[in-house]
Each structure stands twice: as C-alpha cells, then as structure tokens.
C-alpha cells in the first residue's frame, strides 16, 4: 500500500539547520510530484516547497525562499527538506505529500508528520 514516512523532526536552536527526509513505498515514486506541507498549532495546513518528478522544477512558500531546499532521489524513492536559518515560526509539524493523476493512477497521499520545534 502507498506510503509515506517522514523522519528528521526534532527540536533546534534559531538559526540552525534540520534535514527532513520522507520515504516513499507502495507507488511509482517518480510518476508524482512530492510535497513538504506545514501545520502550526492552531493554523492551517500550508505548503512549504514543491518539487516535479524528475525535480527539474522546485516551488517554496514565500517565507522559506533562500533558506529551505527540497530535492529528490527516483532511486531511493526519497524526497528531502534541508532546512537552514531556522525561525521560531518555522515551528510546525511538516507532512510529506504525493500528488498526481492522468496518465498515472491518481494519488493524494500523506504521511503521518514530523514534529519540528524552533526554540531556544
């Protein structure tokens, strides 16, 4: 079955530096775009960075340009979040997501979430 499994969360000071990492199983990894959303408490789920199949294009939120990347590995059915100048606001538990359709079997999946804490 499809899934998703983040890992990597954990708390940091401001200004340091975390790497997400989110496996993928149960699907055609390289058929979707992957996805790294964000949920602080009491707000809604946004998204963070966005990347094509083959990772020749990349998205990031406005408040994350220049200090996160997102890549991906089609081998190792990986995509990863390398997170850099940490903010307190940073603070949120960050989903994996894979999401496509036609020609390929559609899919909107998610994994179970990372809890990242940005605290001194």
């Known amino acids: 079955q499809v899934q998703l499994v983040e890992s990597g969360g954990g708390l940091v000071q401001p200004g340091g530096s975390l790497r997400l990492s989110c496996a993928a199983s149960?699907?055609?990894?390289?058929?979707?775009?992957m996805s790294w959303y964000r949920q602080a408490p009491g707000k809604e789920r946004e998204l963070v960075a966005g990347?094509?199949?083959?990772?020749?294009?990349?998205n990031y939120a406005d408040s994350v340009k220049g200090r996160f990347t997102i890549s991906r590995d089609n081998v190792k059915n990986t995509v990863t979040l390398q997170m850099s100048s940490l903010k307190p606001e940073d603070t949120a538990v960050y989903y994996c997501?894979?999401?496509?359709?036609?020609?390929?079997?559609?899919?909107?999946?998610w994994g179970q979430g990372t809890l990242v804490t940005v605290s001194s």
């Open positions: 997501n894979a999401k496509g359709g036609s020609p390929f079997p559609s899919l909107d999946a």
């Open positions: 149960g699907f055609t990894f390289s058929n979707y775009a």
């Open positions: 990347i094509s199949r083959f990772g020749r294009s990349t």
